[in-house]
């Protein structure tokens, strides 16, 4: 079946230490995008990429940083210059824009 | 650059309706819109591009002024199933940023 996955679906770490959330699609969709969720404050864009090798900021790329070697895969790492970490983490892929987004499960991640 | 979305939250009876609105303030390409179940990943509901097109889905609809820079999402004879966060989503040129509503959390009660 076609999808989405991200991974793991709960994750801990402890301040200061990097973590890297995990995204693969097997739709062969060229674009991909992460979302950060708080409560109150719907999505807000990260980083999104429309081609492998190429990606652009969005909005709060600050403390994050992603990678696209491959077409299937756009992983996060969140950094320790991220002072707010603690997050539900999307993930979504689209074929390109003005077409639908399909979404991962998410990523919850806790900070302690 | 995050649309704004009203009301923040609503809460409808069975079989009221409901409007809910996303305003940008850039000129928009195509609005999408989607519906998220709490701790689940959004769910794709339809997209509207330039021109002033409405849609509809069952009961659910929507129409998109480009020139006032708005769409709007019409839940109508609502169920209990309607109950989510629903986001707008916004491409201001084709293959550019896609940016999501700050969302509308609708309840609907028995």
């Known amino acids: 079946d076609g999808g989405i996955t991200q991974s793991p679906k709960y994750l801990f770490r402890k301040e200061g230490q990097n973590v890297t959330l995990s995204c693969e699609q097997n739709?062969?969709?060229?674009?991909m995008y992460w979302y950060r969720q708080d409560p109150g404050q719907g999505l807000r864009l990260i980083y999104y990429?429309?081609?492998?090798?190429?990606?652009q900021k969005g909005d709060i790329a600050e403390g994050y940083s992603v990678s696209r070697e491959k077409k299937e895969s756009f992983p996060l790492t969140v950094t320790s210059a991220q002072k707010n970490p603690t997050a539900f983490y999307l993930c979504a892929s689209s074929i390109a824009g003005n077409t639908e987004a399909f979404f991962g499960q998410g990523t919850r991640l806790t900070v302690v | 650059q995050q649309p704004v979305q009203s009301p923040q939250a609503v809460i409808l009876r069975e079989g009221e309706d409901a409007v809910i609105n996303c305003s940008s303030s850039k000129a928009l390409y195509s609005v999408h819109w989607y519906r998220q179940k709490h701790g689940e990943a959004p769910v794709f509901l339809m997209i509207?591009?330039?021109?002033?097109e409405q849609k509809g889905h069952e009961k659910i609809s929507a129409s998109f002024n480009e020139k006032k820079q708005q769409s709007s999402l019409y839940l109508t004879a609502s169920q209990l199933s309607y109950s989510g966060t629903y986001f707008c989503g916004t491409e201001w040129n084709t293959g550019n940023q896609f940016y999501f509503g700050t969302g509308t959390s609708l309840t609907v009660i028995p």
């Open positions: 990429s429309q081609i492998v090798n190429d990606f």
């Open positions: 509207l591009l330039k021109g002033g």
């Open positions: 739709l062969n969709h060229d674009a």
